[in-house]
């Protein structure tokens, strides 16, 4: 991954950007590869919510991941 890859989160780590996933979460660099949570790059005031934010992306990322394997 190169440095224009990784965007700064508003609460001061770092995630992947958003044009480097498809719908489902998978990585268009590595099918097969799915992320969520903190693995992303959001810039919003989650205040408190990070962690359904995490649950959330974490459900759609093993669902994509079931519907891939699926074929």
């Known amino acids: 991954m190169t ?12 995630g992947l950007a958003a044009a480097l ?3 489902g979460l998978m990585l ?6 799915f992320c ?3 693995m992303l790059s959001w810039d919003a005031p989650t205040g408190g919510y990070l962690l ?3 649950l ?3 459900r759609r990322a093993g669902l994509s991941a079931a519907e891939w394997l699926a074929g």
């Open 3 to 14: 440095a224009p890859d990784v965007l700064v989160l508003g609460s001061g780590g770092a």
């Open 21 to 23: 996933l498809d719908a």
């Open 28 to 33: 268009a660099a590595r099918p097969g590869v």
């Open 36 to 38: 969520a949570g903190e």
């Open 52 to 54: 359904t934010a995490c």
């Open 56 to 58: 959330a992306t974490g």
